[in-house]
């Protein structure tokens, strides 16, 4: 097992966590693909959830949650990994 494919085990179901004014309890970090179309140097995003999923919605049209992290640095290690695919 590759140590992103270790990190990707350590990914948190949507459903474990609880909206908690603009962010979610307990705080959790989402990995997001942005649409192929859209003019930009990366189709993997990163961030607080809900909240960067909202940025980029507004941004991009659209986005999907590909994992859900409990730590920050787990959803930066699998959005830049996948984005050098």
């Given at each position: 097992m590759t140590s992103i494919e270790h990190?990707?085990?350590r990914a948190i179901s949507p459903s474990s966590v609880r909206p908690n004014g603009r962010l979610t309890s307990p705080r959790s970090y989402?990995?997001?693909?942005i649409p192929t179309s859209a003019d930009s140097t990366s189709s993997f995003r990163f961030?607080?959830?809900?909240?960067r999923q909202r940025?980029?919605?507004?941004?991009?049209?659209?986005?999907k949650?590909?994992?859900l992290f409990a730590e920050r640095?787990?959803?930066?290690?699998v959005a830049?990994?996948?984005a050098g695919k």
């Open positions: 990190i990707i085990t989402g990995v997001y693909r961030g607080n959830h809900p909240v940025e980029l919605e507004r941004e991009f049209g659209s986005c949650l590909e994992y640095t787990d959803a930066k290690a830049q990994h996948q």
